[in-house]
């Protein structure tokens, strides 16, 4: 046994210890089909294969055997003369002949039961339930392989049902469908005494089903010599007759075989004897000594009907007495014994009256039985069986509506109004929708009102994982327990009544009869709606308790936090349970409680990357047996448990696969089918459409399963998809299809498969054509409305059994076909857009919005695309910030040089060189973004129109650059500048002429001063006496002149005082440098201070949205009416004059710990420029051995991209005499801090905008980059676009529009200011009259109007947008005054308005925007 084990690389410690999620999860190995498979691939090849109900799961073949199955030849290769058939044939076997043939491959019945042994009870329950479905024998009692104690897994026959059709004393048949754990039948038993040479198991497998292997036996493929683990092990099988005439038994027999030699195994005899209505024994030749004598006497003796098969007797059957037979198998057609055998047992089982039950073998001592041993799965019984004891007193048809009030007849009517609520009628369309919400919220207020029944809080009841699982799998089981025998009548029942309303109709009838027969119909369907009960609808109430509470936003009573209860379903999920995503009774999604659900998902697994896989098809079409057979799932599927609405599960990729695959789980999502009977009293064709769009529209990919050869069938559903496929392309979703058409009977012929696809894709562009007319637009072949390959797209399925019902096994082509299916989809998902949990739950919330609507297309709102549209505008916003920031770094220093005179002209490709580092930036993070971001997928349909943008972008920044530097260059105020220092100059030069004269005076500081004083008088009138040259104003010379009188002044004494004239050059220089350092510090500071604002101040640090929801924000908190009317009706201006306070206040709030750190660091990389040009220049005159001319040159040079000062600004200042540079290189280290520390004193936040330029300011900077963007206001409430691009492409949009009467729109010939809201406005059936007009035009077709108004896209919303709510009620009456109009009449504000407060205004804004 353990080298069994090790074979299959599976030792001891893994008994019991494989769950089903380890199986199910999608590997590599699960994709993957061969011929051969190695040892240690057997385990996993045979869950696969199980899982996919292929019965070729026993048949898997190994390398190994294969190895061996090769022709062994000797070493000596002998000529054909010299070979002896005698020696080679006959001869002795070899050791080394003899070592390969004993190595015998794992027998596939040891790989059944090491699977067994190792799994838990979950995956032994899933196995032993596709055994079943594969038409396979179940292990009834099975010995412990370590201590050998037999147990019974009663668990694992939990969900097997089996359904078989027999005839009455009437003739007539009766169709009965029983779970086997409590099915009430005959029971035969086969077992041997001793070695015998015929098969026990071929034997049994004759007369259940000739052409299937039941049982394994010694004949099959891959059948071996030893075989470890089915010693002991009791297998059951049942017989079910489908009612026809040569049905081997009229009624369902159950057939026991035990392995082995049942005289070893004495306690599995004992049970089996006890309780079997026949035994069958195989026996040897016997004597009356043999040592399982006695046990074959006393079942010769036994009441019990027994027959004896003879290996070593010829003889055809024999009555040996009453209820005793003995048949010969020696020698004989295995056809004749089989037949005697069922002949033989059919006449014993009319003598015995004895009828098996599986349940009770659990009654039998010293055997364990999984059930009782098992604590978490008794538990979960117990507390299953408590809430079943609460519905026995009740009728099925009444129990909904006394457990599961919150999901009745107020939940419909809430569904109801919500679908009323998006198609508004009427004249006073806000007042139409204010009345429906609050009805709405009246209704869940009703069901607040429910008390949770001691049914749903059992439900609640918190318990361990383990416990959670068997207590949910429990409860599924009793309650089809519970319901299947009333569901099944009722099922009878209305295809009884519907095949009489079909002859009927057939006939033409029109009679009263007619119309009873289909009010008795309808009445049976809602019976059966009534009464199926199942998990889904526990689920369904609790998720109507939840919405409940978070509409009123209270806890009910006895229940603690409601807001819990997302986590239950959401760990029902993640355990492999399906939700349901939408309600199949109210065709109605509970998109709070499923966005409630999927938030708790996000929480558990984190934003987990879905692959949505979704299948439609015509009503029992196999599309949930095609999900389960391809993922191992267990989606309802019996014939009285139709899906109904849509169910979603999540398939686990394991971590190898995720990387693969670019996903985490696939979100496989079971629906309800099409042309549904059960909704015969509704319109199905409306429901279809608007289901198909829902499905196709939620998956990435859809199935569209088609069923046998039925073309009306056909037609109908291929209209459907196709009118859904049509919608998804109008409103840009991009989802693929594959066509399954199932039960096709010779899949193989290629030829008939061509044409068959033929006829479909003209049969698809029949239906484009007709779907193109009803959704007007313009499409000739399907493949005009999606990317569609008829060659791989369409997929065609064998039959799925292999034979007849109830007795055939599925058809392993069936299963091969799902295989090949699944590659495909697995191919398809590696290459597809991956989807978010949360993008999922904004998608499903979208689709449904869109549905709810009647106009899908018009109405379908993609949230998706639209947040990440505004990333994206925010991506852009940091783009074009970093070109402009560059270039104003560019201009910077463009501005200083054309000053300076170190340029005369400015080219375009000059500047384009400069902006190239910043460009490549710019492009490489473009290209990150487009190509890594999460949502690039999304982000490629406007990749190249935004890498146009950015170039057009640095055309325009380059263009107006060198047009501003070209107009600063021919520009008179550097004449002005030009004709200041020149007279600067001459003064310095006048006035060290005077103080040479006044050198002996110098101590008598009176009469220095007399002298410049008179001095300055008549140079200065000299000055104004200049002529004026063209546009220079000499005044305004004079004026900056004087300033720096006391400037001369202190260099006036310094000469007298016998200063050198390094010193006093060196301080002229620094005079000099004072005001270009000043202006290079603030500049410098301003752009540092801009980049800043605009990364940390909260609202400029994104696209022009966020800059609007905070200019709302202020203008809430601030209440003033007359700057509400500034926004509303010159939204640019206010937008920049909020633009100028945000940075003023940023400036003031933030001036000591940003701001002026920000000048200390400019000033002291200033300094440091400034004295590494003077020492520089100082060496460079030492080298070249030059003089003060050299060492000014050098100096200038290397400052001009700095400041504005050259040599020209000290041209008249005569530096002949000036031989000690050294000196002149000190002074400026001595005199520069002193300059530096006089600006620094003189900066602070008044200061700081004065001595700018104005273009240079922080607030004109981000006016300039927030500012370009799109500013065509909304034609009907002046709402602007929030388009963060001017002149973008495509329609103008707002996230929140607003009450036109905002923009005084009123009700034709009334002076009542209009309340309608443009998002309602397009959802109803009310027109306007466009521009005051006469011409009167539909909300809904508003483009109709031409002009501004087709340029705008205006989706319908009625959520509840609150704030221009709140802000009509609050300022009322402003706004009558401001239009001297009323809100009266059709314009009568709704009371309900009047309940939003100002801090549920504020905070819904960024929800919205």
Sequence with gaps: MNNIFHKLHVEGKHLNKLGAADVLQITEHSLQSHEFYSEEELIQTFIQKLLMMNYRARYIKTKESNEQDQTQQTDNDLSEEESDIFDDVFGNISPSEKASSQSDPVHPMDVQMAVFHCADGFLKQLMVTKLSQCQYALPLLVPDPLTQQIEFPLWTFRQISKSWKMRNTDNEIISQNQMVYKAETPMVCFFRFGSVSSSKSQLMNSLINEKHNTFFHRNCPGSSRTRELMDGVVEIAWYCPSGSYDDKFTDCVAFCNLHGDAGKHEKQLQILTEMSSVNVVLLSKLDRNDKHAAKIQNLYKDRKPLISLLDDNDSSVIKTKKGKFKIGLKCRSHSDVSEELRKAINDCLKESSSTFRLEDVSQHSDIRVDEKDDDDCRRGREAAQEMMSLLKKKELRNIKESFLPHQGKLWHQWCQKNKELHRPQGEKIEMEISRKKTQMKKIRKQQHEFDISNFMMLMMCSFDKLEKMFFLKWLRFLLDEHTSADISALHHKYHEKWSTLLQLKEKHDKSEQLETEQTELETIS?????????????MREIGKIYESCSSVKKNKKDLKDFSS??????????????????????????????????????????????????????????????????????????????TRGAFMQLVRSSDEMKTQMNFDYILVVDTEGLRALELAGRSTRHHDNEFATFVIGLGNLTLINIFGENTAEMQDILQIVVQAFMRMKKVRLNPSCVFVHQNVSDVAAREKTMEARRQLLEKLDEMTKLAAKEEGCDAECFSDVIKFDVQNDVKYFAHLWEGNPPMAPPNPNYCENIQELKKYIMSHASKSHRMLLKDFKIHIKDLWEGLLNEQFVFSFRNSLEISVYRKLETEYSKWSWSLQNAMLKIENKLHNKIQ??????????????????????????????????????????WKTSFETKIKELKKKIVRQTEKKMNEILHQDLKKKHDQITHHENTLYEKSKELALKLKDKAKDEETLKKEFDLFWKINIKIISDTPAIRDIDIMNIKEILSDKKDEYYSIFQKYCHGATSAAILGEIICEKLKEPIEQSVYKNTARDLTDEIRSNCESLNGSRSNL??????????????????????????????FIRDEVSRYITDQFSVSVLPKMEKNIKLLQQKIMKAAHESTEHVQVKRGYAGLWLKSFTQQLSDELIFSEKDLSGVKHDDVDDVNLLEDVIRKELPVIMSDIRSRFNTETFPVKLDFKFRPDELLIDHLCQCCWVQCPFCKAICTNTIENHDGDHSVAIHRNIGLNGWTYRRTTNLSITICTSGVASDRFFYANASDDKFPWRDYRRAGGVYADWSITPDLSELPYWKWFVCRFQKDLEKYYNKKFEGSGKIPDNWRTFSKHEAVETLEKYI
């Design 526 to 538: 809602e019976e059966l709606q009534a009464a199926t009960f199942g998990l889904e609808h526990i």
């Design 900 to 941: 300076n005179e170190a340029i005369h002209e400015v080219e375009e490709t000059y500047l384009q060189r400069e902006l190239k580092n910043t460009s490549k930036e710019v492009e490489k993070s473009m290209s990150e973004f487009f190509e890594k971001d999460t949502y690039a997928d999304i982000l490629i349909q």
């Design 565 to 642: 209860l997302p986590s239950l379903a959401a760990e029902m999920m993640i355990s492999g349970f399906p939700l349901e995503l939408m309600d199949g009774d109210a065709a109605h999604v509970p998109v709070i409680w499923i966005s409630a659900v999927l938030d708790e998902l996000i929480k558990k697994l984190g934003d987990q990357r879905v692959f949505v896989l979704s299948v439609l098809g015509i009503q029992s079409s196999g599309k949930s047996t095609m999900l389960n057979a391809m993922f191992g799932l267990q989606f309802a599927v019996s014939a009285g448990r139709c």
């Design 1108 to 1137: 609007e929801q905070h200019i709302l924000k202020t203008l809430a908190e601030e209440e003033d009416f007359d700057k509400y009317m500034d926004y509303i009706k010159t939204p640019r201006n206010h937008f920049k004059r």
